[in-house]
């Protein structure tokens, strides 16, 4: 019941907020989100050869957790787009493979709906708009509509190859427009058969990119 109790409380500040008006401070609504994209786990023949690149673009509500306003919560609704570049072929039951031509340039690709949480700490004020921040988030990507163009050949769809639901950790730490952003898979976004054995390796995404905030 206590439980239930908090959690009524803690929604109802969240939709009404607070009555001090330094909780109306909110910084940072909008991100747009460059990353390079790489495995960090090194999977045995399996060559990156390209730009992996992932754009993510969203709206995060801002909801500050004490009466500076420096230190927030926020939650949101974003959208984001993954082009991997690499030599991972398609099998017949759902699991990529490995080709032998370790340079071959084919491309997978798929979209995300997302649900980012951050918890922010930054150095801001009601009057200074250029300041650290230390954000340390956790993100949610429903994945669809992936695709597969082979070097040699027609693009075509993918269907239970990438993972639908997956989940990932960020961080990202800058000053005022310049912010770094590294990102961490939680969840395999595919499965690997490893020299064409029944054995099957976890693909994971990390990235390194520029993240900038808006309002």
Not at 38 to 51: A, C, D, P, R, T
Not at 67 to 83: D, H, M, P, V
Not at 90 to 110: H, Q
């Amino acid at each position: 019941m206590r439980i239930k109790l908090l959690i009524a409380i803690f929604l109802f500040s969240i939709l009404h907020g607070q009555e001090n008006k330094n909780l109306d401070y909110k910084e940072d609504q909008i991100y747009l989100n460059f990353n390079f994209d790489f495995q960090l786990k090194g999977i045995e023949g399996y060559q990156q050869n390209g730009f992996s690149r992932t754009i993510n673009l969203g709206i995060l509500r801002d909801i500050s957790i004490n009466k500076e306003g420096n230190k927030a919560i926020a939650l949101g609704f974003g959208y984001g787009y993954t082009r991997l570049v690499n030599n991972l072929d398609v099998e017949d039951d759902s699991y990529f493979s490995i080709e032998l031509d370790s340079a071959l340039r084919n491309r997978i690709s798929f979209h995300s709906i997302q649900v980012p949480l951050e918890l922010r700490l930054r150095t801001s004020t009601l009057e200074n708009f250029a300041f650290w921040r230390f954000y340390l988030g956790y993100r949610l990507n429903y994945n669809f509509s992936a695709k597969y163009k082979p070097f040699f050949g027609r693009k075509t769809s993918l269907e239970n190859y990438v993972t639908e639901f997956t989940h990932c950790l960020s961080l990202s730490i800058g000053f005022n427009t310049w912010n770094i952003r590294f990102e961490t898979g939680l969840s395999p976004i595919a499965k690997i058969l490893k020299n064409s054995s029944k054995n099957k390796e976890s693909f994971f995404i990390s990235g390194i990119g520029l993240v900038f905030y808006i309002l």
